[in-house]
C-alpha cells in the first residue's frame, strides 16, 4: 500500500513532496506513515510529539501551517514533564509527511502535495487505541475524542484529503 501511495505522491511532480496524514485517533496513522515516509525517503513528523498536553489538539493543528512546513521546525511536547521540550529542526531537502490528528487542515492543505485520511468508525478506532495504549490512554479518550470531533467539524478533513483509506485495511 505505501509504494503505491508514494507513486501517486511522486506522480504530482514536487522536488520536495509535503504530506498530510489525518485521521482520528486509532485509524491507522501511525501504522501507515512509517512504510510511506520509508517509500519516499521522507522525513516524519508525529502530531504527538508536538501536542501541547491532552488540551492541545488545535496547537499541533496550528504548529502544521505555521512552524513545520513553512518554517522547518517543531517543537517537542515533553509528556513527563507537561512542558515544551527541545526544538526540532526538518531537513527541508527531503520529502516530509506530517501525521496526526489535525494534520490535514484548510490551511495547511494549501502548503502541501498530498493529503490522506484514514477513515474509521469511532468504537473501533477506540477499540484499537486503548488495546494500544491502555491505561495511559483511556482517563483521556474523551477530552481527545471532542476535540477530533470539533476538528472534523470545522475543516472536514476528508474533504481535503487526495485519498480516503478504508482503516480496516490500513496493514
Known amino acids: 500500500m505505501a509504494s503505491s501511495i ?7 511532480g514536487d522536488d520536495r513532496p509535503i504530506v498530510l496524514l489525518d485521521g482520528g485517533s486509532g485509524a491507522g496513522k501511525s501504522t501507515l506513515a512509517t512504510p510511506l515516509a520509508a ?4 522525513e ?6 508536538v501536542y501541547p498536553g491532552w ?5 499541533g493543528s496550528e504548529a502544521v501551517h505555521t512552524e513545520i512546513i513553512p518554517l522547518s521546525r517543531w517543537h517537542r511536547w515533553d509528556w513527563n514533564g507537561s ?12 520529502p516530509l509527511i506530517v501525521e496526526g490528528c489535525g494534520a490535514l ?3 495547511a492543505r494549501r ?11 469511532p468504537d473501533e478506532r477506540r477499540r484499537r487505541a486503548i488495546a494500544r495504549d491502555g491505561d495511559t490512554y ?5 477530552r481527545w475524542a471532542e476535540q477530533e470531533r470539533a476538528f472534523f467539524l470545522r475543516e472536514h478533513p476528508d474533504r481535503l484529503a487526495d485519498l480516503v483509506l478504508d482503516g480496516h485495511r490500513v496493514p
Request: proline share 4%; net charge negative; hydrophobic share 45%.
Open 138 to 142: 483511556e482517563p483521556h479518550w474523551e
Open 55 to 59: 488540551d492541545g489538539l488545535e496547537a
Open 111 to 121: 502548503l502541501a502535495t498530498f493529503g490522506i485520511w484514514i477513515d474509521l468508525d
Open 44 to 49: 516524519l513528523v508525529r502530531l504527538d510529539d
Open 39 to 42: 517509500a519516499l525517503g521522507a
Open 105 to 107: 487542515s484548510r490551511a
Open 83 to 94: 512542558a515544551p521540550a527541545e526544538r526540532h529542526h526538518i531537513d527541508d531537502t527531503r
Open 6 to 12: 508514494a507513486e501517486s505522491v511522486r506522480a504530482r
